[in-house]
């Protein structure tokens, strides 16, 4: 079975613009949560999509947004970046929403705002 | 809300001894419990996970972590740890459906 595969790896770009971030869900799996990892620190929750609707956020402002497809794979958006937006930003897939199903995470997509 | 304490930022030990790394959450319902490991530019794997039953579980790379409902604790240890070892620990906490909640992490380094 494929794993969570995310793209670009490594991504720079200018403050105030804006960036997508790619995440293909491991086969089968209909849940994505998307968190960000600012160097030295843990995941931190953007929002969760289950079955293509948002399922809960975290606090993050309306600027990060997020589309789940079809096919279960999903986009990350970043409008008006600031320099603090650099950061680690990993999806994570799971079989369903409940709790007891473990997430699987891809390597992460590594941004860097100038 | 739940959140996610863990008490050492960094740990360092030497090859084959062995390790504990300490976790505490903060919940007022029932929580699933996580550990992740993330090894340099990479993303997270699962070390194992408490759902409900026994409160040791046992994990891969031969870690096990105890569940302590009074002392709200889930810390991780390790009899004897290697070099490979080497890596950035997190414990987290799921409520229900919610999202899962991370701690800052713990930096394992394993000397020879």
């Known amino acids: 079975e494929t794993g969570v595969t995310q793209s670009p790896t490594h991504l720079i770009k200018t403050r105030g613009q804006q960036v997508t971030l790619r995440c293909s869900s491991q086969s089968g799996h209909n849940t994505v949560s998307w968190y960000q990892q600012a160097l030295g620190q843990g995941p931190q929750f953007i929002f969760q999509y289950y079955r293509e609707e948002e399922n809960g956020r975290g606090n993050f402002p309306p600027r990060f947004s997020g589309l789940q497809f079809p096919n279960y794979s999903s986009e990350l958006n970043v409008n008006a970046l600031e320099l603090d937006d650099s950061a680690l930003y990993l999806c994570?897939?799971?079989?369903?929403?409940?709790?007891?199903?473990?997430?699987?995470f891809g390597s992460g997509t590594r941004l860097t705002v100038v | 809300a739940q959140s996610v304490t863990q008490l050492d930022s960094q740990v360092p030990v030497f090859e084959e001894a062995p390790v504990e790394l300490r976790c505490n959450y903060s919940?007022?319902?029932?929580?699933?419990l996580f550990w992740y490991v993330q090894y340099p530019n990479q993303g997270l794997q699962l070390l194992l996970k408490y759902l409900s039953g026994s409160t040791l579980v046992k994990g891969i790379n031969g870690f096990e972590a105890e569940f302590n409902k009074s002392q709200t604790s889930f810390h991780l240890r390790k009899p004897s740890v290697h070099i490979s070892d080497t890596a950035e620990y997190f414990c987290a906490v799921r409520r229900n459906n919610n999202d899962m909640r991370f701690g800052a992490g713990t930096r394992l380094t394993v000397k020879p």
């Open positions: 994570a897939s799971s079989l369903e929403q409940g709790a007891n199903y473990g997430y699987t």
């Open positions: 919940s007022s319902v029932s929580v699933y």
